[in-house]
């Protein structure tokens, strides 16, 4: 597997499944034993798969500016119904 972006979508019975970025039609689904670290649902990563270990990059920028988007865009569907 080459390196590649992804969002953390949701986590259900001990699987994470991620999306592939930027279309996020791609999923991938990966058993929380097998990863380097843990991650949180929203997280943007770098993931990696070497020997059945997949090795998850957090990347810290890209997450916190998504989470600021989708605030902001939250904020403006509040106040377009208001």
Do not use: C, W
């Not at 902001?72 to 106040?79: A, I």
């Amino acid at each position: 597997m080459s390196l590649s972006k992804y969002t953390l979508d949701r986590i259900e019975d001990g699987y994470a499944v991620f999306l592939k970025f930027p279309a996020e039609e791609e999923q991938l689904i990966i058993s929380q034993s097998a990863m380097n670290k843990p991650v949180q649902v929203g997280d943007r990563v770098q993931i990696e798969e070497k020997d059945g270990i997949y090795h998850i990059e957090i990347l810290q920028e890209e997450t916190l500016q998504k989470r600021s988007d989708l605030h902001s865009l939250m904020n403006r569907l509040r106040n377009k119904n208001n």
